[in-house]
């Protein structure tokens, strides 16, 4: 085994208290910072709006419906619904820009 090409041993911690997930992991040490903060992002990023509820918000934006939702709510979208929701929404923007 030379420098380049270690095992490593991660340990990602979870939003339970006292717990981690733990990870075997062969590879240089930058790889392992990189794996490490993608497994670390990936487990923050556990949330995510129920997607029955995601979907109703996106028909009712499409629809030009008004949408009756708290603005908590929009914290309980994971990244990807968010990015979803955020080009959605510009889109409807430009049409609506083009379209007056």
Known sequence: MTLSNMNHQLRVPT???FSFIEF??????E?????YRRLT?????NKEM???QFNEILDLMIAREPI????????TMSSAQRYVFDQ?????GRIKYKNN
């Open 15 to 17: 939003p339970e208290p």
């Open 24 to 29: 075997q992991f062969e590879g240089t040490p």
């Open 31 to 35: 790889e392992a910072i990189d794996e």
């Open 41 to 45: 992002a990936a487990v923050k990023d």
């Open 50 to 52: 129920p997607v029955k």
């Open 68 to 75: 009756q939702m708290d603005p908590g709510e929009l914290e």
């Open 88 to 92: 959605v929404r510009k889109s409807i």
